[in-house]
């Protein structure tokens, strides 16, 4: 299996328009800011590697690893006899985890490589990995019946699986809260179809369940898991929330295309929501997940 492919992926096949996004201004954006969403997701890896239980000598995917940290953690889990592999559509976002992984290939314990592939469709070959991890990478498949039933074969009969997805958009102050602050500045909005590709396609459990269950996988258990986020420290907590909550997520790609008079308005009335979330120095808000496991 070949991991050193360099060159932009072809924005073809199911999920043309998600390479095209995240090989745009978005996987940018996520890899200028790796260090802070790192900080910020982390409670999450460690939830869904805890999840994992990953076993010194195992190999294992991570599906949509971004810039890499979930790869590396879990690649610490499976020790120098084990295998970490990170597969991403983002040619920015794969080379930021490629350059760290240089970096840390001096100090690190675990073997962890990256590809830029769709994981939906690439062909990792049968009984490839032990597990499949993957944090928020999972949620942006066009058709993730088709996706999950492709990647099953990779883990023979007895792999298993390990995602964490985020619950509906109002359980999730981090989201919920600048988007609400802001939305009386912005034009109507479409509310999103249930279910299409993005960060909350899983909010709804069954429909999860069932996805899963249609793509052949079995004891499936999906449960809550709670953090308390970061989104903004250091001298002026305020301004750095507001600069990470207008650059990724939900609220910056409302805003994309709006006249600058309008962005100014709707970040004034997004500083003000955040400024009513500081404690101890940071802005910090809730997060609010699906930890989903099963057996292939
Ligand atoms: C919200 S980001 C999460 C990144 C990373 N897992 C993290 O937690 O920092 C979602 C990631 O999924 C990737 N992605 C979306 N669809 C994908 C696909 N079909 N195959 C591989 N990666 C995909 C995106 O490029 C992006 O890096």
Not at 136 to 152: E, L, N, Y
Request: glycine share 10%.
């Amino acid at each position: 299996m070949t991991t050193s492919a360099t060159t932009p992926l072809t924005a073809s096949g199911p999920n043309a328009d998600q390479i095209d996004y995240w090989n745009g201004d978005a996987g940018e954006r996520w890899a200028r800011y790796q260090d802070k969403l790192d900080a910020m997701l982390q409670p999450f890896s460690g939830a869904v590697l805890e999840l994992a239980a990953i076993k010194p000598g195992e190999r294992l995917m991570d599906i949509g690893c971004g810039c890499g940290a979930t790869t590396f953690e879990a690649a610490e889990h499976a020790g120098p006899a084990g295998h970490a592999l990170g597969v991403d559509i983002s040619a920015p976002m794969i080379a930021r985890a490629r350059k760290r992984a240089e970096e840390r290939a001096k100090t690190s314990g675990g073997h962890a490589e990256f590809m830029l592939a769709d994981a939906a469709t690439h062909d990792f070959g049968a009984n490839t990995f032990d597990l499949l991890v993957s944090r928020f990478g999972i949620m942006f498949f066009a058709d993730p019946v088709a996706a999950f039933s492709h990647m099953k074969p990779s883990l023979g009969t007895s792999g298993r699986i390990a995602f964490v997805c985020w619950r509906p958009m109002k359980e999730n102050g981090w989201v919920s809260v600048p988007f609400f602050a802001a939305l009386p500045h912005l034009p109507p909005q479409e509310p999103p179809l249930p279910g299409a590709p993005g960060p909350f396609a899983f909010a709804d459990p069954d429909r999860f369940r069932s996805i899963l269950e249609d793509a052949g996988y079995r004891d499936i258990a999906i449960e809550p898991f709670d953090a308390s986020l970061s989104l903004g420290r250091g001298d002026n907590p305020v301004e750095a929330a507001l600069e990470q909550t207008l650059e990724i997520g939900p609220l910056s790609r409302a805003l994309k295309e709006l006249p600058n008079e309008t962005k100014t308005r709707a970040a004034d009335a997004v500083r003000e929501a955040l400024a009513g979330h500081v404690s101890n120095g940071e802005v910090r808000l809730g997060g609010a997940v699906w930890l989903v496991s099963a057996r292939a």
